[in-house]
């Protein structure tokens, strides 16, 4: 009867442990998947991104951020907010070197220009690689830019922004000036990360 009893408390101890393990792997699985599950999700999750905090430049007061994100379609989606800058249109632009240690931001070089095309605006053809056109900024000294481009990579390549600067310009680029579009001086910078 002992010997009953007790391999039945030791039966019953396994099949609770076995049944234990097999939900807890059950629920781990819908854990790991349930974050992913959609489409969307998965995709928002693994996009490469990267970021920019601008800071002032040439005596002026301008920040602001911009985002960099890996678009699954190709190409990559940016974002820029500006704000405390001068209201009106002013030039924008990804630099070739991510230094923005003078205070003029002279330091971060020219257009990033891989390509060795000349200077244009975001629709052309032919462009810079950091041409990223002009931002509005309203009367209360804030702007906002979302656009597409195919000629940058979040990734490692010639092509990636990361390691490069952003520049906001003190004047609109022209779209046609070679090299700069005669957007004047560098208001503010950020090296992309």
Known sequence: MRFRILSSVVLGAAGVFVLGCASGGASGTTAASGGTSSPAAASAASAASARATLESRSGSTVTGTATFTEL???GVRVRVHVENAPPGTHGLHVHEKGDCS??????AG?????????????????RHAGDLGNIEIGANGKGDLDVRTDLLTVKSGPNSVVGKAVIFHEKADDLATQPTGNAGGRLACGVVQ
């Open 102 to 107: 003078d205070p003029e931001a002279k330091s």
């Open 72 to 74: 699954s379609s190709g």
């Open 110 to 126: 020219g257009h990033f220009n891989p390509g060795g095309m000349p200077h244009a605006g975001p629709m052309a053809d032919k």
